[in-house]
């Protein structure tokens, strides 16, 4: 069998051991020896599945300690748009409106949810992160964090793990890929900071269609963006 389709095999296998005895994020992981007798195959074999499974965040080895189920993140994810990116700007001006695109999409899935919620004794998290939008934008400052803050502070109201996982990947895509689209104009900046005011207070008030059309204006100024930064990046 060839070297890269014995890695293959032995990280399939190895994901297979995770599953089969029930092993969760952070758990210790049977040792290099013992992987190989319980597998069959050689010590270079277990290493390098070690080192591809490390890479997926799906084991994590700690040095002097051994090696452990990894937290499992969207952090591979994220490096491979960002490289993608990086690899190819054109592509990287696609690559970030599909995630945009991607973005909208889930919000506008699960606004249903999120109006149905949220209530006002949840909202003071909320409307202290727009209430730092609002100010940052006055000073005609952008306000990554306090953005990415609301939308974490959203999901995790739904309690579903993945798309909280989603958001915060997403996020980590932007913040890197964003600086190519120049500096945001102050527009830009208070339209954003608004729409994330409308859709707090759409949520809160019950209006789901009020909700969703605000999605709508929270991405406009990014995706308007993107395609500016895109056509001069093509004419340059």
Known sequence: MAKGDQTRTTASAIKDLILTRGLRPGDPMPTEAE?????????????????????????????????F?????????????????????????????DVVEVRMGLDYALAPRIVERLDHTEAAELRASVDAMVAA??????????????????????????????????????????????????????????????????????????YRNCIQAHYAPLLRALDQAHTAAKAS
């Open 137 to 210: 934008a006055a000073r005609n400052e952008t306000y990554p964090d306090a953005d990415r803050a609301f939308h974490l502070q959203l999901a995790e109201r739904l309690g579903n793990r993945l798309y909280s996982e989603l958001v915060g990947a997403f996020w980590d895509i932007h913040r890197t890929m964003s600086p190519r689209l120049g500096v945001a104009s102050r527009r830009d900046l208070t339209d954003t900071a608004q729409a994330h005011a409308d859709l707090l207070d759409a949520a809160l008030a019950g209006d789901l269609a009020g």
């Open 35 to 67: 992987l190989m007798d319980e597998l069959a195959v050689s010590r270079s074999s277990v290493r390098e599945a070690v080192r591809t499974l490390v890479a997926l965040d799906l084991l994590e080895v700690r040095h002097g300690t051994g090696t």
């Open 69 to 97: 189920v990894g937290q499992m993140s969207l952090r591979p994810l994220v490096e491979a748009v960002v490289f993608r990116g990086v690899l190819n700007p054109g592509e990287g001006y696609e690559a970030l409106r």
